[in-house]
């Protein structure tokens, strides 16, 4: 009895330690855990399950469309361009008031006081004097309205109204270059994502690389300098992980620039159409078994768990669907005449130009107008009121040197005017044709170039497999991989500099 107590109290109990320090260890070693029950206090402060759900569940998710919705709502460049077509509206209307009567009021009191005083000379003559108070109340009315000015004003007016829309085109531009900021940063990120995507690959690839080597060089089937060499090249593949990690916080961090938005929560993002990446997703590590070896004359190698098993067959080529844009270039240029918000700002800068020289050649022509009044005088004897309607007919005064020199000036704006709309013509056929060449070399370049990513994942299964039957050496496989990672971020690559390029030729279009 006291031999079973003492197995109770001691032996037990320490064997159930070292069997829960051996799974915690067995665990680690081969990336999985064993859960363990354990007893809560009963006045714990632990979340419930559901609220730690909810918690995790708090990152949000930004398509594309989102965050340009975004943008537009908190640009200030865009905010400042409304508030300068409100100001340009308001132009307009105090254009118009010119043909609004104009109202005149006057009041007021007047108090005179006049005193007389004289000399006489003679018997018959007395000095003496006279004192007299005048004091009356005054007021006028009075409505001045513009009949006629041949023109001038209407040419003002027209102005204005020209100088409104060509504000508003301006408004459209800054739109267009918010809309095209956030997909470049959008794209951008996008493209740090899938990099991120492609080392950690490489990393858990060489990890288990790592892992095998080793074990063939325990069991002495590989060379030490294998095994430093598969260290090597993990402790690489971890740095790199780690800057492509920092590459991906920078693209958020410019996204949140171009979205104007510093309290941006955590959020994920969606692939788009053009940039359909295979997102990441933890595969389940492989468990390296050694080789057994066959003793027949020769070794061969049977192993019942090959690197190959590892690698990722769950690509970013999978589900990777690229639809190229086809536009002949020549309509591509008309629809950017058409389209194009600052080639239209300048076309309305002509027009608003073209009246404004119209208003200044009417403005030395008389003015028609008519008037029409009301007086009221008030003292302390009498009171008299009147009316008045008249029309008149105002000549300006006169300068010949200031006509001549106000009229070049204004035919030098519309000349300007017109040359700028020649230049923008020129630089928008150019920038469409650059752009429409860069997009197809990218669209030719595309499918050859994932292509090369499903012929480097071949080579390096076949590297692997060689490697594993020691057939191959350790640095043909490194070769091998070090070439498929390399095609993977070129790939990545070549795709968002598609995605640039379209969207630089749709901008250039004038299409967001």
């Known amino acids: 009895m006291k031999y079973i107590s003492f197995l109770r109290k001691k032996i037990i109990p320490a064997i159930v330690l070292l069997s829960f320090a051996g799974c915690q260890l067995f665990s680690c070693a081969y990336g999985f855990s064993i859960p363990f029950k354990k007893n809560k206090p009963k006045n714990t402060t632990t979340k419930p399950a559901v609220q730690m759900k909810a918690e995790v569940n708090k990152t949000v998710e930004y398509s594309l469309e989102d965050c340009i919705n975004i943008a537009l709502a908190n640009d200030p460049n865009i905010k400042v361009a409304k508030t300068q077509k409100d100001i340009a509206n308001s132009q307009v209307g105090l254009a118009k008031a010119d043909y609004f009567p104009s109202l005149t009021i006057g009041n007021g009191f007047t108090s005179q006081h006049n005193k007389n005083s004289g000399r006489g000379g003679g018997f018959y003559n007395q000095g003496g004097s006279t004192t007299s108070d005048n004091n009356y109340y005054q007021l006028n009315l009075g409505v001045n309205q513009l009949i ?53 690959r490489s990393v858990r690839i060489n990890q288990l690389n790592y892992d095998r080597t080793n074990a063939l060089f325990q069991e002495g089937l590989k060379s030490k300098i294998d095994v430093v060499n598969a260290q090597v090249y993990l402790t690489d593949a971890q740095i790199s992980l780690i800057d492509a990690q920092g590459q991906y916080e920078n693209a958020i961090v410019e996204l949140n620039n171009a979205m104007y938005y510093p309290d941006a929560p955590e959020y994920t993002l969606k692939n788009t159409e053009s940039f359909n990446f295979q997102r990441n997703k933890q595969p389940q590590k492989t468990e390296v078994n050694v080789s057994t070896i066959k003793k027949s004359g020769s070794k061969e190698y049977e192993q019942t768990a090959i690197l190959t098993s590892g690698i990722e067959k769950q690509d970013i080529l999978q589900n990777y669907k690229f639809q190229p844009l086809i536009m002949p270039v020549n309509d591509a240029i008309q629809k950017a005449y058409e389209n194009r918000p600052d080639l239209k700002s300048l076309l309305m800068v002509e027009r608003a130009q073209k009246e404004s020289l119209k208003a200044i050649k009417r403005s030395y022509l008389p003015v028609l107008g008519a008037n029409a009044g009301y007086n009221y005088r008030k003292n302390s004897d009498v009171s008299n009121t009147g009316f008045n309607v008249g029309v008149t007919l105002n000549f300006p005064t006169l300068n010949f040197m200031d006509i001549k020199y106000s009229v070049a000036q204004g035919n030098s704006y519309l000349q300007m005017a017109a040359e700028n709309i020649d230049l923008s013509k020129k630089n928008i056929h150019f920038e469409v044709k650059n752009n429409y060449i860069n997009m197809v070399v990218l669209q030719k370049k595309i499918p050859l170039m994932a292509q090369k990513v499903q012929q480097t994942l071949e080579n390096f299964e076949l590297a692997d497999g060689r490697y594993t039957v020691g057939l191959g050496n350790f640095i043909e496989l490194q070769q091998a991989q070090t070439n498929y990672n390399n095609a993977q971020l070129d790939f990545v690559q070549a795709v968002f500099n598609y995605n640039v390029a379209k969207e630089q030729f749709q901008k250039s279009m004038g299409v967001r």
């Open 148 to 200: 006629w000015d041949f023109g001038s004003t209407v040419a003002r007016i027209n102005m204005q109204k020209y100088n409104r829309e060509s504000v508003g085109y301006d408004l459209e531009n800054t739109i267009l270059n918010t809309v095209y900021s956030v997909k470049l940063a959008y794209f951008r990120a996008l493209a740090a994502l899938a990099n991120q995507d492609v080392y950690e």
